[in-house]
């Protein structure tokens, strides 16, 4: 909640005010003290009013967004159960700060008021006067300024503070003792194919940054050179499946993307159809760990570039700290990455290693077929990789030229996928490492990837 350095300026200034009054009033210093300490109670009772006020404004829209019934917002059962909890736990939380706030300053302020008046009271009282002793003004002044100065310093050392969270690591405590290999992680199958890269059929409606802020942990990337498309006849070879009728309605289009260019790119097919610098989606990904520092993200790549050009794009976006290089000891767990720092890990279809950490991808990995053509033709039939390798590919999108999000909806369903990975985990002996999927915001395999994990 508030910034204990920011609590402790607050009482300095606090304490400075409260000694040039009593400094103020050193000839009456009873009187000064019972100012102050009315002050105190002034404040007290304002901040808990202004909670009191302010708290029914807040609460409000609230209960029109999490109830039911006419006069509320009848949202959907999910999000209102959502934004009931956040109601909640906020409404919990500050509460306890408010009041505790509230509560120092009141008690001290009464403090100030009663221990000064004692002896005036003592004196009153004879059954009291006989068990007070007799003494001055100053003496009781100063011990209750002494308790009002150790209530105030519980604003910084005794206020409620939020407990320090346990880490989740791919945003799940339990994910943090577990084996890279044994985890189950989100994946998009040509992931940089989002509308603002690939006008001419994409394959995601998010870009990159947007997918891993969703919660997808893998990414399926193609690397390429941009080289020259020469004729509708060149697009249709480059794109197999495209009707002549389709391929000379599309030429236009693609002809002012159609000239070579310089430099590397993720590009599907080819770069004509649309593709973005490989640096690019890179810092993308390096600004998702700098702000993410418990996640572990993967990349497979597809790779049309050499190896050169793959470890300067790396370079070029300042990832090389990230880099997971393996020991030779099979898989760390989550939590050992991140504690080493080695967050992203790389696997290449045709080259690598060298570098150590440029791992060769069917070395790792087995999969299953990509070249699925109906949402009832998945199976979970051996591809590339060797049966024994550690991680496990599930391919699961509908083939088209046209990627249709129909398919989408159908296939990345949450028990379709659950279902899906659960039989071939049957068939093969171990659960997939990654479901890759078209249109990962279609659908759930973001919940799907939990469900299997068991923590959701």
Not at 172 to 199: F, G, I, K, W
Not at 304 to 322: G, H, P
Not at 333 to 339: F, H, P
Not at 417 to 434: K, M, N, S, T, Y
Request: glycine letters at 8%; one cysteine or more.
């Amino acid at each position: 909640m508030a910034d204990p350095w920011v609590t402790v300026v607050a009482l300095l200034v606090g304490l400075a005010a409260g000694g040039a009054l009593l400094w103020r009033h050193r000839r009456d210093l009873v009187g000064g003290s019972q100012l102050l300490g009315g002050a105190l109670v002034a404040a007290g009772l304002l901040t808990a009013g202004l909670w009191w006020i302010l708290g029914r404004r807040i609460d409000e829209p609230l209960d029109r967004a999490t109830g039911t019934g006419p006069g509320t917002w009848d949202l959907p059962v999910g999000i209102g159960d959502l934004l009931a909890d956040v109601q909640s736990e906020l409404g919990s939380a500050l509460r306890q700060e408010v009041l505790w706030r509230a509560a120092v300053p009141l008690v001290a302020g009464l403090a100030l008021i009663v221990v000064p008046a004692l002896p005036r009271l003592a004196r009153r009282l004879p059954a009291l006067a006989r068990r007070v002793p007799a003494v001055g003004s100053r003496p009781l002044v100063g011990g209750a300024v002494a308790v009002a100065i150790v209530l105030g310093a519980g604003l910084v050392v005794g206020a409620p503070t939020e407990a320090d969270p346990e880490r989740a690591c791919n945003g799940h405590v339990e994910l943090c003792d577990r084996p890279y290999d044994e985890v189950v992680q989100p994946a998009t199958h040509n992931s940089m194919s989002s509308p603002d890269v690939v006008e001419i059929w994409p394959e995601h409606d998010g870009d990159i940054a947007a997918q891993l802020d969703a919660g997808i942990r893998a990414l399926l990337i193609d690397t390429h050179h941009w080289t020259a498309m020469v004729s509708a006849d060149d697009l249709q070879r480059r794109a197999p499946g495209t009707s002549d009728a389709v391929a000379d309605a599309l030429w236009p289009l693609v002809r002012p993307f159609a000239e070579e260019r310089p430099g590397t790119f993720l590009c599907h097919n080819h770069c004509a159809f649309g593709g973005m610098p490989f640096v690019d989606a890179l810092d993308d990904v390096r600004a998702f760990l700098d702000a993410n520092p418990d996640d572990v993200v993967t990349l497979v790549i597809q790779d049309a570039i050499s190896v050169e050009e793959t470890e300067a794009a790396f370079a070029e976006a300042r990832l090389e700290s990230y880099l997971y290089e393996p020991s030779g000891a099979g898989w760390p767990t989550l939590g050992e990455m991140i504690d080493d720092g080695e967050r992203l890990v790389v696997v290449a279809e045709v080259e690598g290693p060298p570098p150590a950490w440029y791992l060769h991808a069917f070395d790792e990995m087995q999969e299953t077929p990509f070249t699925v053509l109906r949402p009832d033709a998945f199976t979970c039939e051996p591809n590339r990789g060797p049966d024994d390798a550690s991680l496990f590919l599930l391919n699961h999108w509908v083939q088209r030229v046209a990627p249709d999000r129909a398919d989408a909806l159908e296939v990345n369903a949450h028990d379709v996928l659950v279902d899906r990975a659960r039989r071939c985990a049957a068939e093969r002996g171990q659960l997939p490492d990654f479901l890759a999927v078209n249109f990962y915001s279609l659908g759930d395999v973001v919940g799907a990837a939990d469900t299997l994990n068991g923590v959701g």
